[in-house]
């Protein structure tokens, strides 16, 4: 059964790093986008970054644009989020999803890794 599971999450101060891990297994990555989804309470889901597995091509949210860096390791199965300069507004459940283009919102879900940022 295929499935991903994020690791990774914690909390923080604001202005830290942290770097979240997706491990997926009987996924055929290549033919999915792999994307992290947060969801802060009372908000609305957020897709933070998403990258095509067989091209590595990436896209980001507005707002962590030039703080968060999406990548990922075939050889390994996994999905990476490099959180730099975290801020408070960035706390939230994060999810990995694989799905079948960027931008879809529905996949194959993780069950979350919390993020949470103080000041």
């Known amino acids: 059964q295929a499935s991903v599971m994020e690791s990774g999450g914690g909390l923080v101060q604001a202005g830290e790093s942290l770097r979240l891990s997706c491990r997926s297994s009987g996924v055929l990555l290549d033919s999915y986008a792999m994307a992290w989804i947060r969801q802060a309470p009372g908000k609305e889901r957020e897709e933070v970054s998403c990258?095509?597995?067989?091209?590595?091509?990436?896209t980001y949210l507005d707002s962590v644009e030039g703080r968060f860096i999406i990548s990922r390791d075939s050889a390994k199965n996994t999905l990476y989020l490099q959180m730099n300069n975290l801020k408070v507004e960035d706390t939230a459940m994060y999810y990995c999803?694989?799905?079948?283009?960027?931008?879809?919102?529905?996949?194959?879900w993780g069950q979350g890794t919390q993020v949470t940022v103080s000041s």
């Open positions: 999803l694989a799905e079948a283009a960027c931008g879809i919102g529905d996949g194959i």
């Open positions: 990258i095509w597995w067989n091209t590595g091509t990436p």
